[in-house]
């Protein structure tokens, strides 16, 4: 009884910009499998670069949204090939990448309540999505549509207050706001829109899942203190918005049990619990059990910086969301575009793409770098805006060469150079 009782557990899934990733935790809260699907490097067919495809403007950001499916489809199936045991799954839930969204087309919610067990999802799903793209936190695009926002709700610092960030590009009603304009056709034929953690949801729901609190606050849209969606923010971005996004619930909501389709096809009990799936900022929130008055900082493809908040002072930099463990708390977030993608690319460039070459490079150079400081932001940076590669001497001048420092012709040759210690190479420090 005790060893049955031991194998019971919960399921938590990361759908992130690089890959999809399962964890199985038991009652003591002990991981016993994890597993992944990197989409660079399992799914090529897809052709993306860091998991997104980065349009010919250098702003448009997007992901294909079947990818994120199929790679559902692999690590189920690697993990009841494995013998993995679905019947003692209690309960799942998980997150996305925050701002990220997904067009579900007309029809769709009927193919979802009547999945076939002999078939993969995205062999079902292919004709559910008015757009196969979908765009994602790195787009910049939508700067007018950002101003167009802010000037219906009386400026930035009023969009601020009421919904916690001034507008971003990357937000998901500004985002929206943007098809609707370009695409009015693609827009008219959807029927509901999820952020990338809804939809992760909904997949395992078998039906729509709503958006929750935290996530929801992501997207210029959602009042952040009273957790209804703001009818103006609403308008200013497109008709009929309210009924396509539901209405939104606690980060912490039971949004029903698990479709029939992975009963049957996997062994799942039909009692699973789906628990609302949030952003993987909040989640990481969640995960840290942070409280009052802790910071913690996430290394990733974006970087972040995030504490728990009772009373929120919303500014034109950064961001508050609704607190994914107390619906009655908040979160502020710092977020910086250019992350570990960024790192990797001046690792591949100066280091014959060995995190281990950096890292000797890192210990064979002076603490400080002699006073010389560089700044790497081939994508257009969130906070501050701005965009290239800066490099100051100790005397606080710009060098505006390719390579001006000696330890960059040093790491080129023998991959030396300490300064990037902090703002570059985080993962060969751990």
Request: hydrophobic share 40%; glycine share 8%; proline share 4%.
């Amino acid at each position: 009884m005790a060893e049955h009782a031991a194998r019971r557990c919960c399921l938590g899934w990361d759908f992130s910009t690089q890959q999809v990733k399962v964890v199985a935790v038991d009652a003591e809260l002990n991981v016993f499998y994890e597993d992944s699907v990197l989409f660079d490097r399992d799914l090529l067919e897809f052709g993306t670069q860091g998991g997104v495809h980065v349009h010919e403007d250098g702003l448009t950001v997007t992901s294909p949204v079947l990818m994120w499916v199929q790679a559902l489809d692999i690590i189920l199936e690697k993990m009841k090939a494995s013998g993995f045991d679905f019947s003692q799954v209690l309960a799942l839930s998980g997150a996305g990448q925050q701002h990220g969204s997904v067009y579900w087309k007309a029809g769709a919610s009927q193919v979802l309540t009547s999945l076939s067990p002999d078939l993969l999802l995205h062999e079902q799903l292919q004709a559910c999505f008015s757009i196969r793209d979908c765009p994602v936190w790195m787009d910049s695009s939508t700067t007018a549509q950002c101003r167009q926002l802010e000037a219906t709700v009386g400026g930035a610092q009023a969009l601020s207050c009421l919904t916690g960030s001034r507008a971003y590009e990357r937000f998901t009603g500004n985002q929206i706001a943007k098809l609707y304009q370009q695409n009015p056709e693609a827009y008219s034929h959807t029927e509901r829109i999820s952020l990338v953690s809804s939809f992760a949801a909904s997949l395992f729901l078998g039906s729509y899942s709503p958006i929750d609190y935290s996530d929801g606050s992501g997207m210029n849209l959602l009042r952040i203190q009273d957790k209804v969606w703001s009818q103006a923010c609403l308008g200013a971005c497109a008709p009929h918005l309210e009924e396509k996004l539901g209405l939104p619930v606690p980060s912490c909501s039971v949004v029903g049990a698990i479709s029939s389709y992975f009963v049957q096809r996997y062994g799942f009990p039909p009692g699973c619990k789906v628990v609302a799936f949030t952003g993987d900022n909040p989640a990481s929130l969640a995960g840290m059990r942070l409280e009052e008055g802790d910071i913690a900082v996430s290394l990733g493809t974006s970087d972040t910086l995030f504490l728990w908040l009772q009373e929120p002072t919303p500014t034109l930099e950064g961001h508050i969301f609704c607190n994914p463990v107390d619906p009655q708390h908040y979160m502020a977030l710092l977020c910086f575009k250019n992350g570990s993608l960024m790192r990797e690319k001046i690792r591949d460039e100066l280091a014959s793409s060995s995190w281990s070459e950096f890292s000797k490079a890192l210990q064979s150079t002076e603490m400080g770098n002699s006073g010389n400081l560089g700044f790497y932001f081939d994508v257009m940076e969130i906070t501050p805006e701005i965009i290239g590669r800066h490099r100051f001497s100790a005397e606080n001048h710009e060098c505006l060469r390719q390579r001006f420092w000696p330890l960059e012709e040093h790491l080129t040759t023998e991959t030396s150079c300490r300064c990037w210690q902090m703002c570059l190479a985080p993962q060969c420090m751990s």
